[in-house]
């Protein structure tokens, strides 16, 4: 079929890290992630991340997220979040019924909350009444493919802190945040603030696997209970483990990342140029968004796969990975361009 580009969930497993799960194959290995893999995955955390820096892998983002808050809050506990974060709508209410955390979405347009937004929706501070504000989340990049500097996480974690709180980072596309900040991963996590992070493989080369990565351990409790109680302890954690490790150790990480975003700015670029066509938010990692006429997203659907994002307004998404090539992002360009003269 047509190469894809409605997630980088789609792109296949890379083929390092389909080596290094065969590396990992051989031999037995002590289970519940006192292998080696695992061990020397928090080696290379640590190397990125600081000497604090504690790893705790896991199945998936969602597990990540729900385990890494869950570890920040108390049960009265609130967490403040963009309307558009995906641990507010994408994991089919998982925070509540999971974690039992009520979730205060913040509208932002273009998907970053601000020191501002923060303040004014984090209240009821010692009010019985009131979920306690706890946890502040944002999403590095965020869903809507946009960024924040290490200056901007930085004053959003120091206004958490004056309020008692503390800053979770969604980092399910970090990879491609640090490739277009070109920046090491501190530099906007541990250096800013950051007290807990959810590190995402599955976009950008990996089989399976997540990690809770926690930057500040006086900032959580439990971690590894509660990831027992969720159901995301794996008992062969190598397998997991390995894949980041060979993801992570070397640079492949960010080449990947790199590469994703790249063609996703050659994707943006060609689209602007067919008339007609808007490219609506600005295209910073590997994410495009534009506005297509109705008819001809629906043509277009049925050649390459992608999605819908407001069907009201007709804004698409259009998500490139590792893999995608200059070629693919040519072919789909020209498909959109013989589309829209078509309806012209």
């Not at 065969?22 to 080696?43: C, F, I, K």
């Not at 920046?183 to 990690?211: I, Q």
């Not at 602007?272 to 008819?295: D, K, S």
């Not at 259009?318 to 893999?323: E, G, K, T």
Request: glycine fraction near 8%; charged fraction near 20%; include cysteine.
């Amino acid at each position: 079929m047509t190469r894809a580009f409605a997630s980088d969930n789609n792109a296949p497993v890379h083929p390092d890290v389909m080596a290094a799960l065969a590396a990992a194959n051989e031999g037995h290995q002590p289970a519940y992630g006192a292998d080696v893999h695992t061990a020397r995955l928090g080696e290379v955390i640590k190397g990125l991340f600081g000497d604090h820096a504690e790893v705790y892998p896991v199945f998936n983002g969602s597990g990540a997220n729900v385990i890494g808050l869950q570890a920040m809050c108390d049960r009265w506990s609130s967490v403040v979040c963009p309307e558009s974060a995906h641990i507010n709508l994408d994991e089919c209410g998982a925070p509540e019924k999971v974690a039992g955390l009520k979730l205060i979405p913040v509208n932002t347009p273009d998907g970053k909350l601000t020191p501002e937004l923060l303040d004014r929706h984090a209240q009821g501070f010692g009010d019985e009444h009131h979920a306690q504000p706890r946890v502040v989340s944002i999403t590095q990049s965020t869903e809507l493919g946009t960024l924040y500097t290490p200056a901007e996480i930085t004053a959003i974690g120091a206004l958490a802190r004056e309020r008692g709180m503390l800053l979770h980072v969604d980092g399910a596309r970090l990879a491609n945040a640090a490739a277009a900040l070109d920046l090491p991963p501190r530099a906007f996590t541990t250096d800013a603030g950051v007290d807990v992070l959810s590190f995402g493989g599955t976009k950008n080369g990996l089989m399976l696997g997540e990690a809770i990565v926690v930057l500040n351990p006086d900032a959580v409790r439990g971690v590894r209970y509660l990831r027992k109680a969720a159901l995301q302890l794996a008992s062969k954690m190598r397998y997991v483990s390995a894949q980041l490790v060979a993801l992570l150790e070397g640079d492949l990480w960010l080449r990947n990342a790199r590469h994703a975003n790249a063609m996703a700015t050659r994707l943006a670029t060609a689209a602007a140029r067919v008339p007609g066509v808007e490219i609506v938010r600005p295209v910073q990692a590997n994410a495009v968004f534009a506005v297509l006429p109705r008819e001809v997203t629906e043509r277009l659907r049925k050649q390459f796969r992608f999605h819908v994002w407001d069907e009201r307004t007709g804004e698409v998404r259009w998500m490139c990975s590792f893999d995608t090539t200059a070629t693919d992002v040519d072919d789909f360009a020209t498909a959109i361009a013989q589309e829209m003269a078509a309806s012209a």
